[in-house]
């Protein structure tokens, strides 16, 4: 079974899904292998396949290979570890609003927030999806009373990391929604510009709830990002306030950004998941 297909102008098309699977064997590959050099064989293998598949062809397809290893990752860790998070891949706002996983009241109470944004102003309140939601593990448990590992990677596997999120869809209380996660391939300079930008306006979403809901002393919402390789440029780049945080002397300065993670094996990805989903390194192995 091929995983190139030719488009109507001739240009062939590579079908992410079927190479991902095909590709690992249906399996995920060793424990320390590293992502990029893996996903560079996926890269030869498509080229033997098909000559006339393009670097920008294949690029496209890098970022969605990288998230579903993540997405396994982190659903397999939380299957193993019973107080663990659950991460879950969400889609573009185009076909999903995030905000969306709250419930009626706070759902509206957001939306709420937009409608007077834009009837005060000339600006929106335009947001992006992060690439990661993390769910509390009590409300997970009430969704999926049963987390089974995905040991077999194929469409199937595929498709549950990609529709889980609908699950919790007008399900999540203020509490429910631990944080987020986006993750990059590379940390290009302006790729490092979007990502304390949406933690920022994830944070002040979150504080605008708390205050219309009154709620005393919450958790707080983290925000974290992953990237394949994390230089010291990165990690300074990335270390700077939320800006709502810094409106008022009341509060403490926060962070747009807790924490950086270099991730580029299942073995990397175990560490990072072990402290974003909130439990301790130690029980890792």
Same mark, same amino acid.
């Given at each position: 079974?091929?995983?190139?297909?030719?488009?109507?102008?001739?240009?062939?098309?590579?079908?992410?899904?079927?190479?991902?699977?095909?590709?690992?064997?249906?399996?995920?590959?060793?424990?320390?292998?590293?992502?990029?050099?893996?996903?560079?064989?996926?890269?030869?293998?498509?080229?033997?396949?098909?000559?006339?598949?393009?670097?920008?062809?294949?690029?496209?397809?890098?970022?969605?290979?990288?998230?579903?290893?993540?997405?396994?990752?982190?659903?397999?860790?939380?299957?193993?570890?019973?107080?663990?998070?659950?991460?879950?891949?969400?889609?573009?706002?185009?076909?999903?609003?995030?905000?969306?996983?709250?419930?009626?009241?706070?759902?509206?109470?957001?939306?709420?927030?937009?409608?007077?944004?834009?009837?005060?102003?000339?600006?929106?309140?335009?947001?992006?999806?992060? *690439? @990661?939601?993390? +769910?509390?593990?009590?409300?997970?448990? /009430?969704?999926?009373?049963?987390? =089974?590992?995905?040991?077999? %990677?194929?469409?199937?596997?595929?498709?549950?990391?990609?529709?889980?999120?609908?699950?919790?869809?007008?399900?999540? *209380? @203020?509490?429910? +929604?631990?944080?987020?996660?986006?993750? /990059?391939?590379?940390?290009?300079? =302006?790729?490092?510009?979007? %990502?304390?930008?949406?933690?920022?306006?994830?944070?002040?979403?979150?504080?605008?709830?708390?205050?219309?809901?009154?709620?005393?002393?919450?958790?707080?919402?983290?925000?974290?990002?992953?990237?394949?390789?994390?230089?010291?440029?990165?990690?300074?780049?990335?270390?700077?306030?939320?800006?709502?945080?810094?409106?008022?002397?009341?509060?403490?300065?926060?962070?747009?950004?807790?924490?950086?993670?270099?991730?580029?094996?299942?073995?990397?990805?175990?560490?990072?998941?072990?402290?974003?989903?909130?439990?301790?390194?130690?029980?890792?192995?």
């Amino acid at each position: 079974m091929t995983y190139i297909r030719i488009l109507k102008d001739g240009k062939s098309q590579v079908m992410k899904e079927l190479a991902f699977s095909t590709l690992l064997g249906n399996k995920l590959p060793d424990h320390t292998k590293n992502f990029t050099e893996l996903i560079l064989g996926f890269d030869k293998e498509i080229a033997k396949a098909d000559k006339t598949v393009t670097k920008d062809a294949l690029n496209n397809v890098h970022g969605d290979w990288y998230e579903w290893l993540l997405a396994i990752a982190a659903w397999n860790y939380c299957a193993e570890h019973e107080k663990a998070n659950l991460a879950l891949l969400t889609p573009n706002i185009s076909q999903f609003n995030i905000s969306k996983l709250y419930n009626e009241r706070l759902y509206g109470l957001i939306q709420d927030l937009r409608e007077k944004v834009l009837a005060s102003s000339a600006v929106q309140l335009i947001s992006s999806n992060p *690439d @990661f939601v993390i +769910i509390e593990r009590k409300l997970v448990n /009430k969704i999926f009373p049963k987390l =089974d590992k995905i040991k077999v %990677i194929d469409k199937e596997a595929i498709q549950t990391i990609e529709t889980a999120f609908k699950s919790f869809e007008l399900q999540c *209380d @203020f509490e429910d +929604i631990i944080g987020y996660v986006s993750v /990059k391939t590379s940390f290009r300079p =302006d790729r490092r510009l979007q %990502i304390p930008h949406e933690g920022s306006l994830m944070k002040a979403i979150y504080t605008h709830l708390q205050t219309r809901e009154w709620i005393i002393n919450p958790k707080g919402l983290k925000y974290y990002a992953i990237a394949t390789k994390v230089g010291n440029p990165d990690r300074a780049a990335l270390k700077t306030v939320a800006t709502h945080s810094i409106t008022t002397v009341h509060n403490i300065p926060q962070a747009a950004v807790d924490e950086v993670f270099e991730v580029n094996s299942l073995q990397q990805a175990e560490i990072a998941f072990a402290q974003i989903l909130n439990v301790s390194p130690k029980s890792v192995f």
